[in-house]
């Protein structure tokens, strides 16, 4: 079987192999490694648009949408949809790539983020208007 859904265009932030060890006790994908998944790949476009170290603030919103197993081939997306004064919302699109009888590709986690960005000392602070 083949699913009709397809990776998005572009590169993917992050992309890992879901592994034995990254199980629940009912033996699929624990939700917590995915939310780390997450966590990272939003992390990433946030360092990349403030261009100095961030932050996660608050896990907006989290949707599973479908399970993840062992194997499966995780490739996350993730956008800067927002930039306030400090702040740097994120969505995080997450695909798992499965090749048992063909290759399906299934969408299984949706994700917005927020991040502020820091200093040294970890306070707030602003994000440039030109990053």
């Known amino acids: 079987m083949v699913d009709r859904c397809r990776l998005p265009e572009g590169e993917p932030t992050t ?22 998944q997450v966590d ?21 919103a989290l949707h599973f949408k479908k399970p993840v197993y062992v194997g499966d081939l995780l490739s996350c997306y993730a956008q800067v949809e927002r930039v306030g004064r400090t702040s740097i919302t ?32 970890g306070r707030p602070e602003a994000v440039s208007s030109s990053s």
Do not use: C, Q
């Open 90 to 121: 994120v969505s995080v699109e997450v695909y798992a790539e499965r090749y048992r009888e063909g290759i399906e590709v299934v969408k299984v986690t949706e994700a917005t983020l927020t991040y502020v960005a820091v200093d040294r000392k």
């Open 40 to 60: 990272i790949a939003g992390s990433i476009a946030a360092i990349r648009h403030a261009g100095k170290r961030v932050v996660t603030v608050a896990v907006n």
């Open 15 to 36: 992309r890992v192999p879901a592994m034995p060890t990254d199980t629940n006790a009912g033996g699929d994908i624990f939700g917590g490694w995915i939310m780390s």
